[in-house]
């Protein structure tokens, strides 16, 4: 099976000071795959690399195209689409504004209107808020839609930074649910940045940890998951 998303050697830089190490990844069609790591281990640097939102070397390829010195709108009208940590909503506008313009690079307007029907049978949640400032939402409520506004887009490739952080764990279960639900259903592939390691292998087919910069481990996510020792050196629990 062809990758979806591929990089060899890849480095990242924030001006003169490099993050990533010549790192090697890659991504099937249709998979949820995790970064794992510590806080500054180059998770977060990792999925800006593949926006281009950042100074990047070496080899990163998406559908077969080279992503290395594109523009950032161009990797998103190639079906990448990046929920931030943060979450990123536009607070002063509401919930449904937020939706239509995850859809700006769409011209089928119907699909659209379908679409953000789908999003509140499937959060209903957002449903009967639709028409409130995105500010004004809980912070569960808030990656909800943050998630729903990149659904938009109906991208191939769904990047998600620390989705579960500083919510509470009935929250996630559900946000984690709901994810597992459109990777199945629409075969939307994921890279899923997440500190809750055991969170992540239980979502994730496969997963990579990286330790300042470069990739200490990576393996099928249920492997990982099992291995003790792998648990008490890497991952803290």
């Given amino acids: 099976m062809s990758k979806l998303l591929e990089a060899r050697k890849l480095c990242a ?38 926006c281009q939102m950042v ?43 937020n939706l239509k313009l995850g859809a700006y690079v769409r011209g089928d307007r119907a699909e659209v209107a379908r679409d953000i029907e789908r999003t509140y049978e499937r959060f209903p949640r957002l449903a009967e808020r639709r028409n409130q400032q ?14 729903s506004r990149a659904l938009m887009l109906r ?13 509470a764990p009935l929250i996630v279960a559900e946000i984690f649910r709901i994810m597992r639900k459109i990777n199945e259903e629409d075969g939307v592939s994921m890279l899923v940045v997440e500190q809750n390691a055991s969170l992540a292998l239980d979502l994730a087919h496969h997963a990579y940890l990286l330790e300042t910069g470069r990739v200490a481990l990576s393996g099928p996510a249920e492997d990982i998951k099992r291995d003790e020792s792998v648990r008490r050196a890497y991952l803290g629990y």
Wanted: glycine share 14%; hydrophobic share 40%.
């Fill in 13 to 50: 830089y924030y001006g003169p000071t490099q993050v990533l190490f010549d790192i090697d990844f890659s991504l099937e069609p249709g998979h949820i795959t995790a970064i794992l790591g510590a806080n500054g281990a180059g998770k977060t640097t990792t999925l800006r690399a593949i």
């Fill in 55 to 97: 100074r990047t070397s070496g080899n990163l390829e998406f559908s077969g195209q080279q992503l290395v010195g594109k523009a950032t709108e161009n990797v998103v009208r190639m079906g990448v689409a990046h929920v931030p940590d943060g979450r990123g909503t536009f607070t002063s506008l509401s919930v449904d504004d």
């Fill in 134 to 147: 995105a500010g004004t939402l809980s912070g569960g409520e808030q990656q909800m839609l943050a998630i």
């Fill in 155 to 167: 991208p191939k490739l769904l990047l998600l930074d620390e989705p579960s952080f500083g919510l």
